[in-house]
């Protein structure tokens, strides 16, 4: 029961950021750690989007690898960790979909390390590039200012990795086999996971950064608008300012997986949408503030009237008390003088 109303609560939260401005205050009073709940759900909501998205491609990729290999690497075999392959020169990949590798350089015959470093030489770019070599592959990562970072694996380090066995041989068809069948699963459960957690810290820390990014736009729009609010009171408005942002980037992770669609800025758009959300809010806020000082400025206005009506009918009845005395003593003297007879009369 308790996990429902959770639920619920949460789906509230998600309605409210996107359509109901005036619940923002609300919201933002139940604290920066709920805020902050809330932030790791949606986080984690993105987060699965794009996995599926990451892993749909990187099962194309293996798919369209598999074929590439069956139609165009030649024969090979794989034995005691040493790759043995039919060919005269070294094969070069240069065309790919895939953006995380620039360059594929492979060369059986290479064995020594002064053979080696002649094709890293030769065939050095900046980017990534992957040398299958008679035994061993090196990963080799070069940056536009000339800076470069190598990771040697072993074939046998480097199977193991992906497939989670040892495997002492194997040739071409055995592999491709291998790449398009179930037995991939298990590559796919290890990489998800491990993919996941990468992209959850990062977009963690992605989101907190924006959200302070706002709220320091925020502050500087109540000191223009001048309005006194708590750093953190905009800080969490902020964090539920980034809701429809974030659904948007769900919809167009979605579109763009199956129509290759790109925004160039969508970054700017992303933020701008947020902060016309806190902007809003703010205002609401302070048009609301403007509303209660109003309404208690009438109040106050009523309450000068109530005491001043009270003040003059405390100083009518007090002249009224201060009458009666002189009437009394008027009324003595003329009943008094009533009472008397008159000098002339005695005689």
Do not use: H
């Not at 984690?44 to 989007?49: A, K, M, S, Y």
């Not at 992957?130 to 199977?159: A, W």
């Amino acid at each position: 029961m308790e996990n429902k109303e959770q639920k619920t609560n949460f789906l509230k939260k998600v309605w409210y950021s996107i359509s109901k401005f005036e619940k923002y205050p609300d919201m933002a009073t139940e604290g920066v750690m709920k805020a902050l709940k809330y932030l790791f759900c949606m986080v984690c909501i993105v987060t699965v989007f794009v996995l599926i998205g990451s892993m749909a491609e990187i099962n194309k990729l293996v798919d369209k690898l598999a074929v590439y290999i069956n139609d165009n690497i030649p024969e090979f075999s794989y034995s005691s960790g040493n790759i043995i392959m039919e060919t005269e020169e070294p094969i070069i990949i240069e065309d790919f979909e895939y953006s995380g590798v620039d360059k594929i350089v492979i060369d059986p015959y290479a064995e020594n390390n002064e053979q080696k470093s002649k094709d890293k030489e030769e065939y050095n770019v900046n980017g990534t590039t992957i040398y299958f070599f008679k035994n061993q592959i090196i990963l080799l990562s070069k940056s536009e200012d000339g800076q470069t970072k190598e990771l040697p694996y072993t074939y046998s380090d480097f199977i193991k990795s992906y497939t989670g066995q040892n495997i002492n041989e194997f040739n071409k068809k055995d592999l491709v086999e291998y790449m398009v069948s179930s037995e991939m699963n298990s590559y796919y459960v290890r990489y998800g996971v491990a993919l996941f957690l990468n992209l959850l810290l990062l977009n963690i820390l992605v989101a907190l950064l924006d959200a302070f990014e706002l709220t320091i736009l925020g502050w500087i729009t109540t000191m223009i608008a001048r309005i006194r609010m708590r750093f953190v009171a905009i800080y969490n408005m902020a964090i539920y300012a980034l809701t429809l942002p974030m659904i948007l980037n769900i919809v167009y992770i979605i579109v763009n997986y199956f129509t290759k669609f790109t925004i160039s800025y969508f970054q700017v758009a992303y933020i701008t949408i947020a902060y016309v959300y806190l902007v809003a809010s703010i205002f609401i806020i302070r048009d609301d503030f403007m509303k209660r000082q109003e309404e208690l400025n009438k109040i106050n206005q009523e309450q000068l009237k109530v005491k001043e009506e009270i003040r003059r009918q405390e100083e009518e009845k007090k002249e009224g008390n201060q009458e009666k005395p002189e009437k009394k003593k008027e009324k003595k003297e003329e009943d008094n003088n009533n009472g008397e007879e008159p000098e002339g009369s005695k005689a």
